[in-house]
């Protein structure tokens, strides 16, 4: 093989330079085009992290004081609920306040099973009075009152032959710790 011509080797050092510059193009410039492309996408989305967390550290006071509130309730709510309820001793307290407000007590009748949740109970209760209509609103509201959670599920009142009076059919639900 003679030498090489002047032009012959001009066109292979052209050559050459240009495999150098496609192959670092396509071997060292695009794959690191791609991983910058990946990083800037990365830090927008961190960016959008941080000024999520900024804001939600900005809120953090609120959040501790809501969140202590309602700490405060759930644990002033299980410290009234009793551990049981005992049917006899709920019937009895409720006698005590109609008489103290001179109704006529009707009906005391548990209705279903006890229901359970995940960290109380309930027990529902139909209770029928009689007796003059301000009274009766004073039971309603002393249930309201009551020593131990109650919940008025159900009034429902229609007058008797009585003048003033009325007929209160109540469903109470009563709650207790399990």
Known sequence: MGSLSQ????L?????????GVGYYFFIFTPAQEEIARLEQRLIQEEDDLFRDQIMAR?????????AEK????????????????VSDFLDDLEQIARRLELRFQTFRPQSPETPSDY???????????????RV????????????????????????????WVNVETHVISYFLL
């Not at 700490?71 to 049981?84: C, I, N, V």
């Open 71 to 86: 700490r405060w309730m759930a644990d002033s709510l299980e410290a009234s609920l009793p551990d049981q309820v005992l």
């Open 120 to 134: 109380y109970g309930t027990k529902k209760y139909r209770l029928t009075v009689q007796g003059p209509f301000d």
């Open 7 to 10: 032009r012959e080797k001009i």
């Open 59 to 67: 809120r953090l006071p609120d959040l501790e004081e809501t969140y």
């Open 12 to 20: 292979l050092l052209i050559t050459f330079i240009l495999l150098i």
């Open 137 to 164: 609103l004073l039971f309603l509201i002393a249930l309201e009152e009551f020593q131990q959670p109650l919940e008025i599920e159900q009034i429902r009142m229609s007058a008797t032959g009585e003048r003033g």
